[in-house]
């Protein structure tokens, strides 16, 4: 990959790209200081935390005729989701800031004919929207909890409200009397569509012609609105797309056939990656992004087991999980070693009579790449009466099954699953074997809400057809790397599941094709000598991982700027450096890594 420009996307030149470039140390420090000097060039970011340039022009619309003083709206993809944002910000902020916020809500004009795409997309919109004061409390949701919309809803959505059919709902109904929006319903047909490459905004529809009738024009642009949307997205694969996506994450579906409404062979779900006979599709559940994944499995679980009790963190985990578990519900126990002082600490707490909802943990950890004993932490919670969620999104499912020690598993498809960081996902699957496995299921039937945008489906479901066959070279890249850094006098440590103390418990849980994964986390003795590897390494550097391109990031500066002090009373050192191994030949990333290593001797040397 070409060097990429401070502030421009990664991948370059792509709409709706998960990563930015912060190409020097000083560029990340920038950032997080929000110096103009980096943030005023930034093109774009990481979606939960830098709010998409489409998704901030749909914004300032809807502010713009809201009739409000507001400054700044928030998009989510149902109202239910604006209410749960709302009840956060009561509970964390005064008063009088929480009751400061405006929800309104855009739906599709009901005295309208609706075109049947549109009807199948469901593109209704709920805005929060606040002032200087309540922004911060809404910004905190909207990044912990993942449920903001996707950049390409965004621009979906947006082309409808400049064309008039997406209409906030109060102006609706004052004007025509209509006071319940149309409900969304599965199409009855479906166009055929030629793509699902197009990312273009919606443009706005054309102009009537001189002397046409009203209903000649209400035809013409009937007409126009399925013609266009149908050159966007073939809906009518969307079900068969998510059925794909399911059955990879089982285990169950590896080909890299096309997609087709013929149904899945019967009983292929039975024989899978997972181990569980009686697993089914409708067990898995997708979700916008990896986080929203998190965040709906604390919610089933507090749901399904009761409000009153705490969850346990155990190991040192990536920072918005954390968050979600201290801030929604009753609280969290952190135990951010997970050594074997924590285990017997937990053990003394639990047998004198403490209970929680849960054990959540990585596996691997990020950054550290540490793994839980999934085994010893089965056994406490079927004694104790916990359940264990595990989020194995670095490990991947193509490397390790720990789904028989959870309850709940979830992962972030937003990165190796995908590859091409170009569309956000996630997912959850429930244990059907598990102890809360009907209480959870009761849960989804009143509260789960299938907020996962159509596009974004069809996307995840194409970039991740070839997921297996990626992991195994991205398996084999990492093993060169993790040995030219083991091999450096200069670096101090490297964490990679193969190397770590916690190694049996990655292999307790290690696929018999499994490798150990694609990233890679490692510290210099000095931090001159990590700055100027950071500054010299010709790979692409910003946020994110699991890229099909090798992607390097000063993570602790970027994920724990204003706590550097706490992380690093976890082993979790600030001037580590984190690295996404890609799919580049084999050579080419070692000579890339030695020549960044000859960059840091090079400064050790001056001194």
Same mark, same amino acid.
């Given at each position: 990959m070409p060097r990429i420009d401070l502030g421009e996307s990664i991948p370059p030149h792509t709409a709706h790209a998960l990563s930015v470039s912060l190409p020097t140390w000083k560029a990340n420090i920038g950032y997080e200081e929000g110096e103009e000097w980096v943030v005023g060039r930034m093109v774009t970011g990481y979606p939960r935390f830098f709010i998409h340039?489409?998704?901030?022009? *749909?914004?300032?619309?809807?502010?713009?005729?809201?009739?409000?003083?507001?400054?700044?709206?928030?998009?989510?993809?149902? #109202?239910?989701?604006?209410?749960?944002?709302?009840? %956060?910000?009561?509970?964390?902020? !005064?008063?009088?800031? +929480?009751?400061?916020?405006?929800? &309104?809500?855009l739906v599709l004009d009901p005295t309208r004919p609706t075109p049947e795409v549109l009807a199948t997309y469901c593109p209704e919109i709920s805005a929060v929207l606040c002032d200087q004061a309540s922004f911060p409390f809404v910004k905190q949701y909207w990044q912990h909890s993942g449920e903001g919309i996707s950049s390409r809803r965004a621009e979906f959505c947006h082309g409808l409200f400049k064309d008039g059919l997406l209409h906030l709902e109060d102006s609706i109904a004052s004007s025509t009397g209509v006071t319940s929006p149309k409900p969304c319903r599965g199409p009855k047909r479906y166009q055929r569509l030629s793509s699902v490459d197009a990312t273009k905004p919606v443009p706005s529809a054309q102009p009537a012609q001189n002397g046409a009738s009203a209903d000649t024009q209400e035809s013409e642009s009937f007409r126009f609105l399925e013609e266009r949307f149908g050159r966007n997205l073939d809906v009518s694969f969307v079900q068969p797309a998510k059925s794909a996506i399911k059955r990879r994450i089982a285990g169950a579906l590896r080909s890299n056939k096309e997609l087709s409404h013929t149904p899945p062979p019967e009983g292929e779900m039975e024989s899978n990656l997972r181990g569980i006979v009686n697993l089914r599709e409708d067990d898995i559940y997708l979700f916008p992004c990896g986080m929203n994944?998190?965040?709906?499995?604390?919610?089933?679980?507090?749901?399904?087991?009761?409000?009153?009790?705490?969850?346990?963190? %155990?190991?040192?985990?990536?920072?918005?999980?954390?968050?979600?578990?201290?801030?929604?519900?009753?609280?969290?126990? %952190?135990?951010?070693? +997970?050594?074997?002082?924590?285990?017997?600490?937990?053990?003394?707490r639990l047998e004198g009579g403490e209970r929680f909802l849960a054990v959540f943990c990585e596996f691997p950890s990020n950054p550290l790449l +540490?793994? !839980?004993?999934?085994?010893?932490?089965?056994?406490?919670?079927?004694?104790?009466?916990?359940?264990?969620? &595990?989020?194995?999104?670095?490990?991947?499912?193509?490397?390790?099954? &720990?789904? !028989?020690?959870?309850?709940?598993v979830v992962s972030s498809l937003s990165k190796i699953f995908s590859g091409d960081a170009n569309v956000m996902g996630g997912s959850a699957i429930f244990n059907p074997n598990g102890r809360y496995y009907s209480a959870l299921k009761a849960?989804?039937?009143?509260?789960?809400?299938?907020?996962?945008?159509?596009?974004?489906?069809?996307?995840?479901?194409?970039?991740?057809?070839? *997921?297996?066959?990626?992991?195994?070279?991205?398996?084999?890249?990492?093993?060169?790397?993790?040995?030219?850094? #083991?091999?450096?006098?200069?670096?101090?440590?490297? %964490?990679?599941?193969?190397?770590?103390?916690?190694?049996?418990?990655?292999e307790a849980c290690q696929l018999p094709?499994?490798?150990?994964?694609?990233?890679?986390?490692?510290?210099?003795?000095?931090?001159?000598?990590?700055?100027?590897?950071?500054?010299?390494?010709?790979?692409?550097?910003?946020?994110?991982?699991?890229?099909?391109?090798?992607?390097?990031? !000063?993570?602790?500066?970027?994920?724990?700027?204003?706590?550097?002090?706490?992380?690093?009373?976890?082993? &979790?050192?600030?001037?580590?450096? #984190?690295?996404?191994?890609?799919?580049?030949?084999?050579?080419?990333?070692?000579?890339v890594f030695k020549e960044a290593l000859r960059v840091a001797e090079g400064v050790e040397t001056q001194q």
């Open positions: 340039r489409s998704i901030q022009a *749909f914004a300032a619309d809807i502010l713009a005729k809201s009739g409000t003083s507001k400054t700044k709206a928030f998009l989510f993809p149902s #109202r239910r989701a604006a209410a749960r944002c709302t009840s %956060f910000v009561e509970s964390q902020a !005064p008063p009088e800031i +929480a009751a400061s916020l405006v929800t &309104v809500n994944a998190i965040y709906n499995a604390h919610r089933a679980l507090l749901g399904a087991r009761g409000s009153n009790l705490k969850s346990i963190d %155990f190991g040192f985990p990536y920072v918005d999980t954390l968050k979600i578990l201290e801030k929604f519900g009753p609280g969290v126990v %952190f135990y951010g070693h +997970a050594s074997e002082a924590d285990y017997e600490h937990l053990e003394r +540490a793994c !839980p004993d999934m085994k010893r932490l089965r056994q406490l919670a079927d004694k104790y009466d916990f359940a264990v969620v &595990v989020d194995e999104t670095i490990g991947t499912f193509a490397n390790i099954n &720990v789904l !028989p020690f959870a309850d709940i849960w989804v039937e009143t509260e789960y809400e299938d907020t996962y945008w159509p596009e974004d489906i069809m996307f995840m479901e194409r970039n991740s057809r070839d *997921f297996v066959s990626r992991i195994d070279r991205i398996n084999a890249n990492a093993e060169a790397i993790v040995d030219v850094l #083991r091999a450096s006098p200069l670096v101090k440590r490297v %964490f990679y599941p193969r190397y770590n103390e916690s190694r049996a418990n990655y094709s499994g490798g150990y994964g694609g990233l890679i986390s490692f510290v210099f003795y000095k931090k001159e000598q990590a700055v100027a590897f950071y500054d010299a390494i010709d790979t692409a550097k910003g946020p994110s991982l699991g890229t099909n391109f090798t992607l390097t990031s !000063p993570y602790v500066v970027l994920a724990h700027y204003q706590e550097l002090d706490w992380a690093e009373q976890y082993g &979790v050192e600030r001037d580590l450096i #984190r690295i996404s191994v890609g799919l580049e030949e084999t050579e080419h990333l070692v000579n």
